[in-house]
């Protein structure tokens, strides 16, 4: 059925069983909801891409997955499917690749909203859009009532990395700069009162974002950075812990050096949380050469992105592994990887 | 912590919310449960590739997703991990890329057992080797209590299409000859007997199997092969149907020439259902000329997977788009796209 504009119509409102049982339900919801929008060149199971970037001698396939679990699905300054798009961008774009071509897998409870898909997938559109990646292809189940949490999203990136360009954690020698590209925790905080169940009033936006651009923009302007990391779950502290792990090198931050909202500080110590293992979803630290440290800033600050860039600390021979944060009173506390669990479901 | 032959020890059984934080408890099971089978190059979040194969002048990246939500996870002949390698290898195949990587992402519900993801994780290394694809990357979320069931897996693949290659639906034209390889709808009456709901004993077995073997073999034997389509939610009927569409054909299948076991012959009439519209996860169906119609049945039944391949039908210039059967009884029935929900989750 298709409206006077020659768009499908679909006449559910809610998503039913039917619409995962492999018939014309299927069909229907995914050409309504999902083809019409994110335009893949066929409707073959499979996309089948070009990439001159791949050809180039030397040249390497980067290939990234996550799955999107976060409650609530909207949130200020997002929604689950911007989540999706940006984290699979940025775990290409921190290992220093140009993302390209990404895949969306959608779980979806029975009795869905469709509005609600609608929604989630124009906001994919949009975000894939401005990260110039495509959306290839895809796929939809429908789970009963009770077996899922409305949506659950999949997203797979592959990117293309240059000849040499070789960013990793196991790179980072002492000496170098830890920069981060804006204000940590926003993501965390702000889903937390999205919640409601802390009864918390609050505008704080996630800080959601893709980081294509600004990756692009420091690989231009310094050509030995040496590793990026997002700090999505776990935070800032976990992105230390695993780079200061992987190049034994130790770890150096400085409190105030840490750029916070005063209301995710305050946040944070109303409810006992560390600000440091907040989850961050358009955030990174970056590890750049001292004498790069300049250079890598300015690249930062040249994207929206990346305006409120600024450095942390940096990397020391030893004790190897080790993160410390030098605390506002002049004493030193160990950063630590996350023990148990901070916040469930936050991307 | 480490046992004596240095493999991490997970001291709990059970999947708890703290294995999804970002810290600790969830490298621990990271490292214990999947990365130790999976073997990947190493622990950056995105795997970095090389594919001489991408890099041949007129060579095509094929890129697929699918998520996996089978209920019962373990069933006679496999498990949702197997589902998710094959089903991603097939989605591959049938499209004629060789398939090379795989991404595997797992929604995991608290308090699902360890030894269970272990199980599943094994099946999907074995399959994985089998069908000489690499799994490179992948993610882990862990859900509350009652907002997943068990372990949901999305996989994605990634493979090369050989210039020249270009198998796909609306290649098929009048005259050509539709094979399948297998008896069809075990997986579909492996599942229904394996809830238990229905108190149906069965003997039958899921015939999920990687099918890249032998789309090479037809592929080497038949220079000409026009499309193949995976048979699996939906069956055989949908897979037709979408043949028939694509290419503006009619497709006329032979009730007698369809290899069906009495055991799922009697599952359907006793639950009214079609076993046209069963899935299968190790059953695709092939276009040939006519002239090639040998070498393909040769090549298929030169591969263990397609043992049982045989000649179901043909395709005919009208009416384009219509599949028909012509049944036992010298009669024709219109064989539509599925209507409604059959299975849920049955893959």
Known sequence: MKDVTGQKVLRDSRVTLAHGGGGKAMRDLIESVFTDV?????????????????????????????SFVVTPVEFPGGDIGKLAVCGTVNDLAVG???????????????????????RIVATMRDEADKAGVRIVTGDTKVV????????FITTTGVGVI??????????????????????????????????????LSS??????????????????????????????RGGLASALNEIAEAAGVAVEIEEDALPLRAEVKGTCEI??????????????????????????LAAMRSVPEGEGATVIGRAKPAPAGQVTMRTLFGGARIVDMLVGEQLPRIC
């Open 38 to 66: 994110f335009e893949p060149d066929g409707m073959e199971d499979q996309a089948r891409l070009t990439a001159e970037a791949l050809a180039v001698p030397g040249a390497r396939l980067a290939m990234t997955t996550d």
């Open 96 to 118: 220093g690749a140009t993302p390209l071509y990404l895949s969306a897998a959608f779980i979806i409870e029975e009795g869905t909203e469709i509005a609600l898909l609608r």
């Open 144 to 151: 009963g009532r009770g077996s899922a949490d409305q949506v």
């Open 162 to 199: 240059a000849p040499g360009v070789e960013l990793k954690a196991g790179n980072v020698r002492p000496g170098d700069v830890a920069i981060v590209n804006g204000v940590l925790g926003d993501h965390g905080a702000c889903i937390l009162a999205a919640r409601g169940d802390m009864a």
């Open 203 to 232: 505008d704080l936006v996630s800080d959601c974002a893709g980081l294509g651009h600004l990756m692009a923009a420091v690989q231009a302007a310094c050509p030995n950075v040496r590793a990026a990391r997002d700090c999505t």
């Open 271 to 296: 409810l006992g949380l560390d600000p440091l293992y907040l989850a961050n979803e358009g955030r990174l630290v970056l590890f750049v050469p001292e004498d790069e440290a300049e250079a890598a």
